[in-house]
């Protein structure tokens, strides 16, 4: 991956995270936020408020590396970074999990390469933690941000892959979530990403990256 393509990543994540997961953290501390017209009805009760974190969560772990590996590159941003610790503090509080964090950041030498292996061992220890629908939303949450990081040029084989993992979430799903929330996994899962020009996929996968994150926590 080239320096520019990282930096294209980074933006793309940044915008992001801004826009759906900072809505977020206003669902926990409110229990529900109206998002583009859709209602809880739409998700016809079958998850659960806690399933609709971990899918957070775990788009927010996935991010999190993503800006440590930024700043091992002497790339990245700092602010970015500390905004990735705030969300998981907000979510693993109090945690074995959150523990992890805490413990590295006391380190007395602390390197972003130490965050990211503290981020990377957070995500196995939730991976091996979690079961059923909170495992279903946790891994969702995990690939639909390595789509994201992935809609961007050169690194078309790669969100191929992801692509197709993504659509094998989306087949396993039917019994977590709602028939419009699956249907908007499969339409990105579905995207045609060839050699050539693909802005048009990588946008069409970012917005409805965003729907489906959108209403999957408005239907909490």
Known sequence: MTINTLLTAMTVILLFVSSSLASAGNM?????????????????????RKATKVLCLGMDIKAAKFEALMMVAGIGSREALLKELTY????????????????????KDLTYADLYNAFDDVEKALLAKFGGEERWAFRTGLKLMDVILASVPGMEAELQENLKDLSALAEEGAEY??????????SIAGVKIGAGQNQAGFDKIL????IFTETYMDAA
């Open 28 to 48: 926990l501390v409110d229990g529900k936020i109206a998002m583009r017209g859709h209602s809880a009805e739409s998700a016809k009760n079958i998850k659960t």
């Open 88 to 107: 998981l503090e907000s979510h693993l509080k109090g945690t074995p999990e959150g523990d992890i964090i805490e413990n590295t950041l006391k380190r």
């Open 207 to 210: 917005t409805q990256a965003t």
């Open 177 to 186: 979530a709602s028939e419009e929330e699956i249907e908007l996994l499969e």
